[in-house]
């Protein structure tokens, strides 16, 4: 049987859920390893929609997080209460800022946030089981409140978002975008992806890192 790894999604589209290309990224890099993967999303309403040509808060539309994540599962995706760790052998979240606005509040309350209590419920038993954690773009920011402090992570180079992660007890690294940083004691592996990348080829090498650093996590 191949491994399996539970993809953890926030809707679609960078500014209001997840980032399309690191989401589709991580799935190819998935499907070329012979992993197999399993969408899933809470079952919640967004923060709010945005329109990602003008940049501006849509008003008098809701939209659901899991209905928006099924268009880039190409539907094959369940709601997050219903992903059990038995059935996996890791899990990753791509970014995108509806992991600042779904998945948590950070984008609203900064190091004061909190995560989506279904998403600590669903990530609690990754970790204390020791099964790999991969972490893109602005989601390595939830690591602190999401599995504890004391966790090495990156979000590249944004001194904003790095100072709330040390202020929280996480432990930042500075990371090229085309690099990963791995804290193998607690299994968790994160890259800048479009927190630095200009070019789908650059977020491309650091993700495919990752995906290769938690198949090789994996196996130990």
């Not at 980032?19 to 899933?40: M, V």
């Not at 990602?52 to 099924?70: C, F, I, K, N, Q």
């Not at 309350?109 to 790999?132: I, T, W």
């Not at 989601?139 to 602190?144: D, K, N, Y």
Request: charge should be negative; include cysteine; aromatic fraction near 4%.
């Amino acid at each position: 049987m191949s491994k399996q790894v539970a993809v953890i999604l926030s809707g679609c589209g960078v500014q209001d859920g997840s980032e399309i290309y690191e989401t589709t990224l991580t799935l190819l890099r998935l499907d070329q390893l012979g992993i197999g993967y399993r969408c899933f999303a809470p079952d919640i309403m967004q923060l709010h929609v945005i329109d990602h040509r003008s940049g501006e808060t849509v008003e008098g539309e809701p939209r659901s997080v899991l209905v928006e994540s099924a268009r880039l599962a190409r539907g094959n995706i369940a709601p997050l209460e219903e992903l059990e760790v038995d059935e996996f052998d890791a899990v990753i979240l791509p970014g995108g800022f509806g992991a600042a606005k779904n998945l948590s509040n950070f984008a609203e309350a900064g190091s004061d946030m909190e995560p989506l209590p279904e998403l600590v419920e669903a990530l609690a038993p990754f970790y204390q089981a020791r099964k790999p954690i991969g972490l893109m773009c602005i989601t390595p920011a939830l690591v602190p409140k999401l599995l504890g402090p004391g966790i090495a992570v990156t979000v590249g180079h944004d001194p904003g978002v790095s100072g709330a992660i040390s202020s929280m007890g996480g432990l930042h690294r500075s990371c090229g975008v085309e690099d990963i940083v791995v804290d193998f004691e607690n299994r968790v592996v994160t890259t800048p992806a479009y927190m630095l990348a200009t070019r789908i080829g650059e977020a491309a090498t650091g993700i495919f890192k990752l995906v290769d650093r938690i198949d090789e996590l994996m196996d130990l």
